[in-house]
């Protein structure tokens, strides 16, 4: 794909609408942590969302994955209210979260089995995530025995094995150092690209401005106290991006405005 860029006649995949919510404080005081946010993301699109520590982007992605309840306003998914979990919705965690006494295979299998799948259909589609994420042979290996950059990959499988329609990323790379998150990054993009993960959106959360510019598609940039959105930057370059070239250094200046 040389743009990538979904028209705004594209479907909508997830959809906020007057979004709020209020955390209390240790002092038993409220306090807004988001307020009247309003996004769309639409099918064909990879959206990043900056702002500063604090500013309610993991609140956010929690709200669209249903970790978390908004307290204000509606979330629809697919054209529907969403009132629990979906099925079509996956996250990624900055974190790894995986589970240490459980081996690759069965932590991949894990939404899987939640979903009530059949184990010889878990195993089948357990097996081809872990071979597209790179992990191929590494089954049987406990999250002790991997890499940093491993186990995010376990992390990823396992939300690409359930085929969801919108991926939830909150600062997966940010976690691995400077060489393993680019590579990781780029072949997330060259996944993306092949279509073989059969997903529809990806919303980034990160606090690395040169990411967001390599990856997405749209640049969405939060306030603080309460989180609102500020600006939405189109990203116009195409693909694959230099992160050394003047127009990916001239659109990383442009979002820091």
């Known amino acids: 794909m040389a743009e990538n860029i979904a028209s705004t006649a594209a479907p909508a995949v997830i959809e906020l609408r007057g979004v709020g919510k209020i955390f209390r404080t240790a002092s038993q005081s409220d306090r807004a942590v988001l307020e009247g946010v309003d996004l769309t993301l639409r099918e064909g699109e990879i959206v990043a969302m900056l702002g500063k520590s ?69 195993e089948r589609r357990a097996e081809a995530a872990i071979d597209m994420i790179g992990l191929a042979g590494f089954n049987s290996a406990l999250p002790r025995e991997l890499s940093g950059g491993m186990r ?27 060489l393993t998150g680019e590579t990781l990054r780029d072949e997330m993009l060259a996944l993306w690209e092949s279509g073989r993960a059969n997903i529809r ?8 401005i040169e990411e967001a510019v390599m990856m997405a598609d749209r640049i969405v940039i939060l306030s603080s106290d309460p989180g609102r959105i500020r ?25 820091t405005r």
Not at 233 to 253: F, G, I, K, M, Y
């Open 201 to 208: 959106s990806i919303l980034i959360v990160s606090h690395n």
């Open 54 to 122: 604090g500013s309610g982007k993991s609140t956010l992605l929690r709200i669209m994955a249903w970790l978390v309840g908004a307290d204000r306003g509606e979330v629809h998914f697919r054209g529907e209210r969403l009132a629990g979990t979906a099925e079509g919705i996956a996250m990624v965690f900055q974190s790894f979260a995986l589970f240490p006494w459980l081996t690759v295979q069965q932590n991949v299998e894990l939404g899987l089995e939640a979903q009530g799948v059949p184990r010889a259909e878990r």
């Open 152 to 178: 995010q990959r376990v992390g990823i499988a396992r939300a690409l094995v359930t085929g969801p329609d919108l991926l939830l990323m909150d600062e997966a790379f940010s976690a691995l150092d400077v």
């Open 231 to 255: 600006a939405e930057v189109p990203v116009a370059l195409p693909r694959p991006r230099n992160r050394d070239s003047v127009q990916c250094a001239r659109w990383s200046t442009r979002s």
